[in-house]
């Protein structure tokens, strides 16, 4: 138990940028995953903490840059049509046999990468290839983070629909940076999971179903507080910055009755039930064997490229901004 605390105050004292789920918070989530694992996984993780940390946000570097990332983060759940939640199909091959591929990745496809995420780490556990056990962990973590996210599940993903432009940002980096040290992280132990397919789909359904509070509760603060105390500036770096006050933010926050921290935790331990679920399933292999294990220039070099890549942004992170509902 000391272990989880030292590692909390860690994460929450090191300077984190924050965008998205925030960069903040998707490093959290993967770093208390970590303590979630078995003796025979902890040793290897724990070890190579600070790259599971650190490179949680390399998908969200790549978005930018590769084109076809994007539709990876996310899934657009409401085009499909009422009640769509329940009724898409939760593996690929029949949701392709519904809808073409083209449009399954034309709005998003979070739940279905994942599978393939895991079946990717499952791989790499089963050949003992450290690099790949590393770099998939972290960005299944990503993505299994993503799919808890409620506006991750939606096309009106920024409020951009609805007369709320920011709340992404709001919900996901706001709320995090200001209150995660306040969450309780501790979730027990990773567990196997029989059906990894509908536990991701679980996590979107329960994400989705959360949506209206997401919206509602960020009307009903904003007219309660007024538009005068829904903004503050801070100084960043050697900027100065648009944010949402500290008032509204913690009224908000209080609003939706715990929401961002239940899924930040169901993500923490997702994640590590996922990682779990890839070691048995490669047979159980000895990763303490790999715990000396270095990265080759080679994939440093690859992983500065993307750092750089994010800085020029080429691609937009969302290629779809309509609320038009598809015709089957």
């Known amino acids: 138990m000391k272990s989880h605390f030292i590692a909390l105050a860690l994460i929450l004292s090191s300077p984190v940028k924050t965008n998205f789920w925030g960069f903040y918070a998707h490093q959290l989530i993967n770093r208390m995953a970590v303590f979630t694992l078995p003796v025979e996984m902890i040793g290897f993780y724990k070890h190579n903490i600070q790259y599971i940390t650190e490179n949680a946000v390399n998908p969200d570097r790549r978005r930018y840059a590769i084109k076809e990332e994007a539709a990876r983060h996310y899934i657009d759940i409401d085009v499909y049509g009422d009640s769509a939640v329940y009724k898409l199909p939760r593996y690929w091959n029949e949701a392709v046999k519904v ?9 998003g496809i979070v739940p279905w990468h994942v599978e393939v995420m895991r079946y990717r780490l499952t791989d790499a ?20 983070a993503d799919a808890n996210v409620p506006l991750h599940t939606t096309s009106n993903y920024n409020g951009q629909l609805s007369g709320q432009d920011g709340i992404h940002g709001l919900w996901e980096s706001r709320l995090t940076e200001l209150f995660a040290n306040e969450y309780n992280f501790f979730v027990g132990k990773a567990q196997y999971l029989d059906y990894p397919q509908l536990v991701i789909w679980q996590g979107v359904t329960q994400a989705h179903l959360a949506l209206d509070t997401v919206f509602a509760a960020e009307k009903q603060v904003s007219h309660r507080l007024g538009a005068d105390k829904k903004y503050t500036f801070e100084t960043r770096g050697n900027q100065t910055v648009k944010a949402y ?18 899924q930040m935790v169901r993500s923490v331990k997702m994640v590590g039930d996922f990682w779990y679920t890839c070691w048995i399933d490669a047979g159980q292999p000895d990763l303490d064997r790999l715990i000396e294990f270095e990265f080759s220039q080679e994939e440093l070099d690859k992983r500065k490229q993307e750092l750089e890549d994010w800085k020029n942004k080429q691609y937009k992170s969302r290629p779809h901004e309509t609320g038009e509902q598809l015709e089957r």
């Open 99 to 107: 809808y073409s591929e083209d449009t399954l990745k034309a709005y």
């Open 125 to 144: 556990m089963r050949i003992m290839d450290g690099e790949a056990i590393l770099r998939l962990s972290a960005d299944l973590g990503h993505y299994i």
């Open 245 to 262: 006050s500290y008032p509204f933010s913690k009224a908000y926050h209080e609003a939706m009755q715990d929401m961002v921290e239940r």
